[in-house]
């Protein structure tokens, strides 16, 4: 038998699995009548279970009118987001190099898709300024993650 966090989480996810953009928007206290549970047991799965690191994004408001919308991201997106946020000023031309790899081998990126970013990225280094060229590496990154969706 499951516990109530199990049934709670269980009840948002086929929630969120009838919607076509995978958007949900709930009221926390009709959701704790339906589920016989406690509005605190709605916000602790909220919390803890619908987190960005799982693909979540979670807007909360309280109040009379308060509601919860829940937001499914797909995981590729939090990859790139995450190898976007690590290219800094610092960061050499090597280490850009294994970014684009790791990404290529967990297949978020085709072999050729690999080879023309790398190229991309070779070129900007050679002819930009570290603070020039990083919001570009940024944005070619995440333009990648928006075509993989």
Avoid at 17 to 41: K, W
Avoid at 72 to 88: E, G, S, Y
Avoid at 102 to 122: D, G, Q, S
Avoid at 126 to 138: G, K, Q
């Amino acid at each position: 038998m499951s516990n109530l966090a199990d049934t709670i989480e269980q009840w948002i996810l086929r929630q969120i699995s009838h919607q076509q953009d995978e958007i949900v928007i709930l009221r926390r206290n009709e959701m704790a009548e339906t589920l016989d549970c406690a509005p605190s047991q709605i916000s602790y799965v909220l919390s803890t279970r619908f987190t960005l690191e799982r693909g979540f994004i979670v807007e909360s408001r309280r109040g009379s009118g308060g509601f919860v919308r829940i937001a499914r991201i797909p995981v590729q997106t939090i990859v790139f987001q995450d190898a976007a946020q690590q290219i800094d000023e610092d960061l050499s031309l090597e280490e850009v190099k294994a970014i684009v790899v790791r990404l290529k081998n967990h297949n978020l990126m085709t072999n050729r898709e690999a080879a023309l970013i790398y190229k991309c990225f070779a070129f900007l280094y050679e002819r930009l300024e570290p603070r020039e060229r990083v919001p570009l590496l940024r944005s070619l990154l995440m333009t990648l993650a928006d075509q993989n969706e």
